[in-house]
């Protein structure tokens, strides 16, 4: 055994010195985490913080102390501030302490999770099970982290390609006179839905955008009638992205009716349940997403509602067969073995285009042991009581207005006043200055809406209460400008 470092090791010189620094490191933010509250959600960047990151490329060593010191000071400051429990935009998890300490280990193992025969991949296998368990998913199901659900709604588009034209396509491209497919989705689908055909070649022109009904769900019959026209037109519908969870206004289309459209016209039937499909961990929200368990693929993040550390994105198929045969690749240097590290095929990478991956089963994995389904499924069902508090409120006061019936955990409002969309939108921008609460802003059948998205297990009535009284005082001296 060696028992000195080489010379070109990039591991430290003092062990015990870099062992302290560490531990404050770690200690800066648990302290950030357990005192966020004192924080504003978000605080706007100084020029003099933005300049010092323009800096040239270093040639020299400079010590750790001093790039944490620059974290410290420049740069967890000004974070979008999503751990915060005031933080009401978009659609964004806030992570958990546990997810934060796995990440840091899964960091010091740097496993790459593309395959070989590693504990590690068991791991994600292990999530890959509890996900078919949690769905009503059969044995014969394949599951895969990914980035995010822009790149599972892509991957299940690929999927479906490949099972509609046959694998022949991945050689032959979609040059070679195939049938021409066709896609469906809805009005309130996310966009990654279109960039998913535009990314498959198949074109957003092959995808069908179907009205909504008055509670933001995709109409059924208009999609009957699309899929029909289609056909009178020699086209092949072959997809249908139904939505659990939409980003505007967490509507969840009917699932159940989608599956049984989709069966009736041998379809894919696709969920884009990006946020929602989590909500299978509360009792009281799982019958809202009935159906969802007929699905052909199921696209999802655990970042969001599931509360667990950016990136864990998820695509889970119910035909294992059919998602290898969309993504397979042999290759002489990814040869699999029956014993040694080659072994245990089929891989991670045989079910997506990422050959190299991180581990971001553990800290997905730590998040559901540590805090179980049960614990997990009171912040969605909180969440979403948190939501319904905030609707009755808004709906009980003269100068606010709410725009779309609240589904699960999105409320969308806004200000009544003579100019409303001028007034919401100053007014949002005025919020996330105030440090207090930032929600983020749509457009509901034209009109500006303050869209607050409740997601964070942290945030509590009293958050509810800031949101809206600075709203009401806000509101009212922009109003009369
Ligand atoms: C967030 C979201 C997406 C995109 O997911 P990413 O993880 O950001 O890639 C897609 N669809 C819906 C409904 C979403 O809420």
Redesign the pocket.
């Known amino acids: 055994m060696i028992d000195k470092a080489t010379p070109t090791s990039l591991d430290p010189e003092n062990w015990s010195a870099f062992r302290a620094q560490s531990h404050r490191m770690l200690d800066d933010m648990l302290d950030y985490i357990q005192n966020i509250r004192e924080r504003p959600v978000w605080q706007a960047i100084p020029d003099a913080t933005r300049l010092r990151f323009q800096q040239a490329l270093p040639r020299e060593s400079s010590s750790l102390e001093d790039a944490h010191a620059s974290f410290m000071n420049d740069i967890l400051p000004y974070a979008a501030g999503n751990a915060h429990p005031g933080f009401m935009g978009w ?1 964004n998890g806030g992570g958990t302490p546990v997810g934060m300490v796995a990440e840091m280990i899964a960091a010091g193992l740097n496993a790459n999770l593309g395959g070989r025969n590693q504990m590690p991949v068991e791991v994600e296998r292990q999530v890959v099970r509890w996900m078919r368990e949690l769905f009503g998913f059969p044995e014969t199901a394949s599951g895969i982290f990914v ?5 599972a ?1 892509l991957m299940a588009v690929l999927i479906a390609r490949t099972g509609a034209l046959g694998m022949s396509v991945r050689a032959d491209g979609l040059q070679t006179g195939q049938p021409r497919l066709v896609a469906y989705t809805s009005d309130a689908a ?1 966009v ?1 839905i279109a960039q998913a055909m535009d990314l498959s070649g198949l074109g957003t022109a092959a995808l069908r955008h179907i009205p909504v009904n008055a509670r933001h769900q995709i109409d059924l019959g208009a999609l009957q009638a699309a899929i029909d026209a289609d056909r009178q037109a020699g086209l092949q519908p072959f997809f249908i992205a139904g ?1 659990a ?3 505007n206004t967490g509507a969840v289309d009917d699932l159940a009716a989608l599956a049984d459209i989709a069966r009736r016209e041998a379809m894919w039937f696709h969920v ?1 349940g ?2 929602g499909a989590l909500g299978m961990l509360a009792a009281d929200v799982a019958p809202r997403l009935n159906g969802i368990e007929r699905c052909d693929s199921l696209a999802f ?1 655990f ?2 509602w599931g509360q667990v550390q950016y ?1 864990a ?1 998820f695509l889970l198929v119910r035909d294992g067969a059919r998602h290898l045969e969309a993504f397979a690749a042999p290759a002489a240097y990814l040869r699999r073995e029956a014993r040694g590290l080659a072994a245990g095929s089929p891989w991670p990478c045989d079910f997506g285009p990422d050959l190299s991956r991180g581990f971001r089963a553990l800290k997905t994995w730590m998040t559901i042991k540590v805090h179980g389904t049960h614990r997990l499924g009171q912040v969605v069902s909180e969440t979403c009581r948190l939501a319904r508090v905030l609707a009755a409120r808004i709906e009980a006061h003269p100068a606010l207005e709410l725009l779309a019936p609240v589904s699960l955990n999105i409320v969308c409002f806004r200000y009544r006043c003579d100019d409303p969309d001028r007034v919401n939108r100053e007014l949002i921008m005025d919020l996330h200055e105030s440090g207090i609460v930032a929600p983020s802003s749509t457009t509901i059948d034209g009109a500006i809406a303050i869209r607050a998205a409740i997601f964070n297990h942290r945030t509590g009535e009293q958050d509810i209460d800031a949101l809206l009284s600075t709203v009401l005082s806000l509101g009212a001296s922009l109003s009369t400008r």
């Open positions: 659609v980035t995010g659900t822009s790149m709604n996310h990654c939505t969870g939409t980003v884009d990006a946020y993040d970042h969001k990136d994105g």
